[in-house]
């Protein structure tokens, strides 16, 4: 019997390693963008199949972290758009997490009442720690859309948190 590491392609490597270093936390973000553990872990495998499909994408990308979260981003929206219902990232991310303190509950509620387009950018951020290029990156946009998405979703959110006392 051969073993089957001798035979491995070079290009595939990599992707395992990616795939070791960041499997969970692109399974926590898949998880919070479709709502659950199984439809999660399918859509993690699907990213990876994508990313053995075009190793080479990997030399070129900005970023190896930023490459994998837009390839899970995209299968997460296609999967979301077959299911033909809109999945709340902020409401699943409360239903997740016991409320510490009525703080951070309404800061929860608050994040849920912003634009997607701001969410998903602070999601990014703040959760998935990616960088400013990282998020450019994984959202195919200007870093300075970056900025100007997490500059206005902290505003928002300050005023969100003002008017409701």
Same mark, same amino acid.
């Given at each position: ?58 030399? &070129?990308?900005? +970023? ?5 979260? /837009?390839?899970? #981003?995209?299968?997460?929206? =296609? $999967?979301? %758009? ?51 290029? &990282?998020?450019? +990156? ?5 870093? /300075?859309?970056? #900025?100007?998405?997490?500059? =206005? $979703?902290? %505003? ?10």
């Amino acid at each position: 019997m051969v073993e089957l590491t001798q035979g491995k392609d070079a290009a595939i490597e990599p992707i395992e390693r990616l795939y070791r270093d960041l499997g969970p936390a692109i399974l926590g973000y898949l998880r919070a963008a479709v709502g659950d553990s199984e439809s999660a872990q399918d859509l993690l495998q699907q990213t990876f199949l994508q990313a053995l499909r075009s190793p080479d994408r990997l030399d &070129e990308a900005f +970023s190896p972290r930023a490459w994998l979260f /837009g390839i899970a #981003r995209k299968i997460a929206a =296609n $999967a979301i %758009r077959r299911r033909s219902k809109v999945v709340s990232l902020p409401a699943q991310l409360s239903a997740n997490c016991q409320p510490q303190n009525l703080r951070i509950e309404r800061m929860r509620e608050a994040i849920a009442r912003l634009p997607i387009n701001l969410k998903e950018t602070l999601e990014l951020r703040l959760r998935q720690e990616l960088s400013y290029q &990282e998020i450019a +990156s994984v959202l195919e946009i200007p870093i /300075g859309t970056v #900025r100007s998405r997490l500059h =206005n $979703a902290v %505003r928002q959110l300050r005023q969100i948190m003002q008017n409701d006392g």
